[in-house]
Nanobody
Framework: VQLQASGGGLVQAGGSLRLSCAAS????????MGWFRQALGKEREFVAA????????YYADSVLGRFTISGDNAKNTVYLQMNSLKPEDTAVYYC????????????????WGQGTQVTVSS
C-alpha cells in the first residue's frame, strides 16, 4: 500500500483544513487508517483512526470534538476534517495504514505517507 497525504497549509487559529490520504492497492477496504502528527522537537503522536469497515473511530483527547476522520472506499481515500484549529495543532501530519484492526500507536502501523505540514497562526 502506498499512501499520499495532502491538504496541509497555513491557517489562522479558529480556521479549518481538510487533509486527504489517497491509497493505492486493490485491498484498501481491508485496512484501518490512522492520522498522526509530529511537531518540531516532539515525538509522533496519535490523532485519529478509523477501522477498516468504518465501524470504529478513535480520537486523541486533544482533538475530540474538533477533528473528524472519515473514509471513502470507492476513492481509496481517508480524510481528516480539522475545525477550530489551534496553534498547538501545528505539526507535520501523517497518514498510516494497517491490516484490519484499528490501533492508536505508531508502531502498530505498517505503511506511512510522506506527511503534510499544517501551520496554525495565532
Amino acid at each position: 500500500v502506498q499512501l499520499q497525504a495532502s491538504g496541509g497549509g497555513l491557517v489562522q487559529a479558529g480556521g479549518s483544513l481538510r487533509l486527504s490520504c489517497a491509497a493505492s492497492g486493490r485491498t484498501f477496504s481491508r485496512y484501518s487508517m490512522g492520522w498522526f502528527r509530529q511537531a518540531l522537537g516532539k515525538e509522533r503522536e496519535f490523532v485519529a483512526a478509523i477501522s477498516w469497515n468504518g465501524g470504529s473511530l478513535y480520537y486523541a483527547d486533544s482533538v475530540l470534538g474538533r477533528f473528524t476522520i472519515s473514509g471513502d472506499n470507492a476513492k481509496n481515500t481517508v480524510y481528516l476534517q480539522m475545525n477550530s484549529l489551534k496553534p498547538e495543532d501545528t505539526a507535520v501530519y501523517y497518514c498510516a495504514a494497517r491490516m484490519f484492526t484499528i490501533a492508536r500507536t505508531p508502531t502498530e502501523y505498517d505503511y506511512w505517507g510522506q506527511g503534510t505540514q499544517v501551520t496554525v497562526s495565532s
